[in-house]
């Protein structure tokens, strides 16, 4: 039977959902075979309730759930143990080695969840851990709750009382309800050592299994969550599903006292009438500032003039929404709000997932893994945590010559917020300061700000020695050290940096050519080649080369097939390369095959130590009843991990191909055989996908 966890609340608002996610997320990246159940689906609590959207805000039933009002009715009539029943038997639809339960949460209408959690806990033989927020307890207070909660479920002592998760450490937030809390209630300095040093979790048996602190960029909910509680008219759509809330300001001041309430992530309400209000908002948004929203109350829309003065504000992405009501009215409804997170929200929902995953005791958690040696395959989020593991531990420098540029600015971020690795800007900094604060972003000291102007004559001299053979002169090496991207080489080559990433901006030909000219290919290699990380739901394929090199020769492909398959070993996937083409083993013939299967021998006598196996179909190298027909003595075939495709054309279609139509993330392009690690990114590339690119970089440089 499955090891089974039940997550349980003591008290209000102490993040049940984001802690069960997290910990349920922390296991995937053990690679832990694990499920997730949530018995009882209650509705969400970010509801203004109404006659006329009563009927519109029936929450969504999570798989295998019954509905709260379904209980309650049950219960209402003495019927308990048919509830239970059912439980039991959406319990025993799941097939996984662990199952993480979320439990009900608490609220002003539902108080009596306690009793509940705990008969469904003792009904499904669940193992509990309790989820705790300070509040405003002191930390002898925050014991003496603990311990009377966990009566409930048989006292400390109880073996099946696993321990408690700390979530929300230095919350200034001390009600159940409300938006935001203001920036001077944050405290900077508080000090979280009484509170892991608790007697109670040196009792045997009940463990501090995380401690968790209170993050302001993880509560803010986007302009569209707070658009849809209000049920706000939008005068302006603008940025309204990626926008997020992070403060709130009521605005009926002079527009001489306005200017220090105008910041990045803030929500402005005002009067609809405030035309002033409004057109400085307008202006501060126009000047680079990445206000959140502007809130209009009293139902008063600007009229044409003001709305043809804010039209280059709106086009920037500011949102503009209204509510009929006054802003005394407006204020009590957003200070009720509860910043829970809609299920559409992915970003967010990723973002704390990871967070709380990453303030896990590990060790603790690293009991669930499996320790029979059976083969596993590696997951997405196991893959990801892989990297940031490997990343962190390699601990390099990585520039990025792009560091004016919005999405690198964030990157550069969130690496050194994750110690993922330490990034290096080049670019002018007055810039990326101003860009940094009007996007909301606090850049840590493990980014470097570099202005190029300062550092560029250092590199002239070495350049041309480098390529003198090239008949390059002092004039023409200044000349192309203008570009960033030339000069961040540079900068790698002499080792002064330990990795670059570039390609936000720049084509892949703007990031290539300088580092095969400066850096070159690694010693005994003559080719560059790339592969992508493909993240399917259930495991990670790798492709190559889908980015570089047009045409390879069976020499060419076969070293392709090498690197890739050492590419796949390093980040953890087990390497069975399958050489793609059109035909599997001896039924087709042609020129394209020959090249495949020339390509394959020559790759096995140079590495007999990875399974490689080729020609293959696609189909026939990645499902097992394919390749029991087209090729049943292969060792690769329905079991393949690394795909080598012939060409260019094959293997940017197919990678494209899989990517939009399964609507998949792939990781890449990572340039493999250079002599020290340059990597390409998209130009649509997201900012998650800018850090992951840094932490294969990193990990690249480690060695």
Known sequence: MARR????????????????????????QLGVNVGYFKPIDQPSRSVMKNKQTAQDNRSTVHQ?????????????????????????????????????????????RQPYTARINQLVAQTLSADVILVAAPDADTPEEFADR???????????????????????????????????????????????????????????????????????????PRVLDVCHYLQASIVNRGDIEHRRIRSISFCARTVANLTSHLAAGRLVVTPGDRTDIIIATCLSAMNGTKVGALLLTNGIHPTGKVLELCQQAFDTGLPVLSVPWDTWQTSRHLMSYNPEIPEEDEQRMNRIKDYVADNLDHDWVSQFEVQDGKEGLMSPPAFRFKLTELARKAHKLVVLPEGNEVRTIKAAAICAQRNIARCQLLGNKEEILRIAEQQGVTLPAGVIIT???????????????????????????????????????MMLQLGQVDGLVSGAVHTTANTIRPALQLVKTAPGTSLVSSVFFMLLPEQVFVYGDCAINPDPNAEQLADIAIQSADS???????????????????????????????????????????????????????????????APNSKVAGKATVFIFPDLNT??????????????????PMLQGMNKPVNDLSRGALVDDIVYTIALTAIQAGG
């Open 651 to 668: 293997g940017n279609t197919t990678y494209k191909a899989v990517q939009r139509s399964a609507d998949l993330v792939s990781i890449g």
């Open 451 to 489: 202005e190029p102007e300062a550092i560029r004559e250092n590199y002239v001299a070495p350049m041309v020695n480098l390529r003198k053979h090239k008949g390059l002169t002092d004039i023409v090496a200044r000349e192309e050290l203008k570009d960033n991207v030339v000069l961040a080489t």
């Open 64 to 108: 295998h759930s019954i509905s709260l009002s379904y209980l309650e009715e049950q219960v209402g009539e003495g019927q308990q143990d048919v509830v239970l029943e059912e439980i039991v038997g959406n319990c025993q639809k799941y097939d996984q080695d662990v199952l993480v339960i979320e439990g009900l949460i608490p609220t002003t």
């Open 568 to 630: 796949a070993a390093k980040f953890g996937i087990e390497p069975k390369v399958a050489m793609i083409s059109y035909s599997t083993g001896q039924s087709g013939t042609g020129q394209d095959v020959e090249k495949v299967a020339k390509a394959t021998k020559i790759a096995q006598e140079k590495r007999p130590d990875l399974l490689i196996d080729g020609p293959l179909q696609y189909d026939a190298a990645v499902m097992e009843n394919v390749a029991k027909k087209k």
């Open 146 to 220: 603990i311990d009377v909660s966990a009566k409930t479920f048989g006292g400390l002592e109880n073996p099946r009382l696993l321990g408690c998760v700390i979530n929300k450490l230095n919350s200034p937030d001390k009600d159940v309800f409300g938006l935001l809390p203001r920036e001077t209630d944050i405290n900077r300095d508080f000090d979280t050592q009484p509170w892991l040093d608790l007697d109670i979790f040196h009792r045997p048996g009940f463990d501090l299994i995380g401690a968790i602190p209170w993050e302001i960029d993880l509560v803010a």
């Open 5 to 28: 966890i039940m997550f349980v609340p003591v008290g209000f608002g102490v993040g049940l959902s984001s802690v069960s996610y997290g910990f349920y997320h922390k296991l995937q």
